[in-house]
């Protein structure tokens, strides 16, 4: 906001409509880094076991977050033309948030189908196989509901998606997630807690930062850097307990 103003005033006063840039003036407090919210171990596997055994329409959404780190809003943007079988990667083209809406005379608030946050966001993401396996079997149950439905059947393709075709908006699936965690017996967490955790075991499993950047859709490497640096520094430690036998 700062720099959209600092721009915008700027330009007026280069354009004489203003006699000073008054947010040359603005001091802008500290950021306070909040605390991330990273699933353990065997919190992550308590939740994946529970996944399993779960009868929620929606679970699906859980574990490819949990295997890919996407967002919720490109979750809820992805289209089943988005999975390539075949290579088994997943193609980040597309978000779907809720926002306030253009005209508040009918609705405060809206779907809207947006373009990925940075260029960056636009990413191919491979997936394991189990996990193209289980989408396999998710998508037989989604076209057997697209028979029953007929004509009502929303056609645009979402992955994840109500009984008759139609996108599930991102506070659905975050309702998902804490009764997922709930019956799993996990401390509650915040959905972005499974990107985290997906950068984490990243990390942790030998990832390079720029490969885990790109994989994030991070705008910029040095964003990865100062989130994970926490992680980057246990594996530090881990690669130098490795090399000690060489000096002595």
Not at 18 to 31: A, D, G, S, Y
Not at 53 to 71: H, N, P, Q, V, W
Not at 147 to 168: H, K, M, Q, S, T
Request: aromatic share 6%; charged share 30%.
């Amino acid at each position: 906001m700062y720099t959209m103003f600092s721009t915008a005033l700027k330009q007026a006063y280069e354009n004489s409509l203003i006699n000073r840039n008054f947010v040359e003036f603005v001091k802008l407090p500290k950021v306070t880094k909040k605390e991330m919210r990273i699933l353990s171990l065997s919190e992550e596997q308590k939740l994946l076991t529970t996944i399993k055994a779960s009868d929620e329409r929606y679970k699906i959404g859980i574990l490819i977050c949990l295997c890919t780190g996407i967002r919720v809003g490109e979750l809820c943007g992805l289209q089943w033309r988005d999975i390539d079988e075949v290579t088994h990667v997943l193609s980040i083209r597309r978000t779907l948030n809720r926002l306030p809406a253009m005209d508040q005379s009918k609705r405060k608030t809206e779907l809207v189908i947006g373009i990925p946050k940075s260029d960056k966001s636009i990413r191919d993401i491979p997936l394991p196989s189990f996990l193209i396996d289980d989408l396999k079997a998710y998508k037989a149950q989604r076209d057997k509901e697209k028979v029953a439905a007929g004509d009502i059947y929303d056609e645009r393709g979402f992955i994840i998606c109500n009984e008759i075709g139609r996108p599930i908006e991102p506070r659905t699936m975050e309702d998902v997630f804490k009764r997922l965690l709930i019956s799993a017996g996990v401390a509650n967490a915040n959905f972005h807690a499974m990107r985290h955790t997906f950068a984490t075991r990243a990390v942790e499993s030998g990832v390079d930062i720029k490969t885990l950047s790109e994989l994030l859709g991070h705008a910029d490497v040095s964003t990865t850097l100062n989130r994970y640096a926490h992680s980057l520094d246990e594996q530090k430690r881990k690669a130098m307990a490795l090399m000690e036998g060489l000096y002595q």
